[in-house]
T-cell receptor, first 114, second 114 residues
Framework: DARVTQTPRHKVTEMGQEVTMRCQPI?????VFWYRQTMMQGLELLAY????????DSGMPKDRFSAEMPDATLATLKIQPSEPRDSAVYFC????????????FGPGTRLTVL | AQKITQTQPGMFVQEKEAVTLDCTYD???????LFWYKQPSSGEMIFLIY??????QNATEGRYSLNFQKARKSANLVISASQLGDSAMYFC???????????FGTGTRLQVFP
């Protein structure tokens, strides 16, 4: 049963600390997305990659957020330095261009910045 | 600019009854896709159903069907024979064909009671 995996599932950190979230897309999927979900803003796309190349990161605060795909099996989202307003659930999703371009979501990382 | 609107913050339905969750969208692109996702209390995002803008028939997946009215720009989700396990948040989303990005609505919380 192919699934997107994310680690860690929960992260509590203090303001100013670096946070790294990891995602393993479904094998064979060449498009990876990072979303953030908050009560106030709902689900927002932060960035996405195709074939490991960044296609759009316009939703991401550039000064503190960075997203990379070191290889086809790993995507990372880093926040440095973290701030309380970054507290949210961060989802990774993967997909493959096709008939409906369905995106398969991971379980999410719940981040709390104190 | 593309936009997804879900006007029902919450809905109640009795077990075994049908329920319709509303979704309207706004786009100037003639080619687009519409999605519904379910988010149970555990937090994961589960893909339910997809409708392409050029699809002639309404999409169906088991107990889920999409009532697609293109002229009205609506894509309502119909859940037949509701079950207690259907209690969750439901998100409508849209993707225009020239992008992989999904734009999500604010969601509807469905509660199924016995």
């Amino acid at each position: 049963d192919a699934r997107v995996t994310q680690t860690p599932r929960h992260k509590v950190t203090e303001m100013g600390q670096e946070v790294t979230m990891r995602c393993q897309p479904i094998l064979g999927h060449n498009t990876v997305f990072w979303y953030r979900q908050t009560m106030m803003q709902g689900l927002e796309l932060l960035a996405y990659f195709r074939n490991r190349a960044p296609l759009d990161d316009s939703g991401m605060p550039k000064d503190r957020f960075s997203a990379e795909m070191p290889d086809a099996t790993l995507a990372t989202l880093k926040i440095q330095p973290s701030e309380p307003r970054d507290s949210a659930v961060y989802f990774c999703a993967s997909g493959f261009p096709g008939i409906n371009n369905e995106q398969f979501f991971g379980p999410g990382t719940r981040l709390t910045v104190l | 600019a593309q936009k997804i609107t879900q006007t029902q913050p919450g809905m109640f339905v009795q077990e075994k009854e049908a329920v319709t969750l509303d979704c309207t969208y706004d786009t100037s692109d003639p080619s687009y896709g519409l999605f519904w996702y379910k988010q149970p209390s555990s937090g994961e995002m589960i893909f339910l159903i997809y409708q392409g803008s050029y699809d002639q028939q309404n999409a169906t997946e088991g107990r889920y069907s999409l009532n697609f009215q293109k002229a009205r720009k609506s894509a309502n989700l119909v859940i037949s024979a509701s079950q207690l396990g259907d209690s969750a948040m439901y998100f409508c989303a849209m993707r225009e064909d020239n992008t992989d990005k999904l734009i999500f609505g604010t969601g509807t919380r469905l509660q199924v009671f016995p």
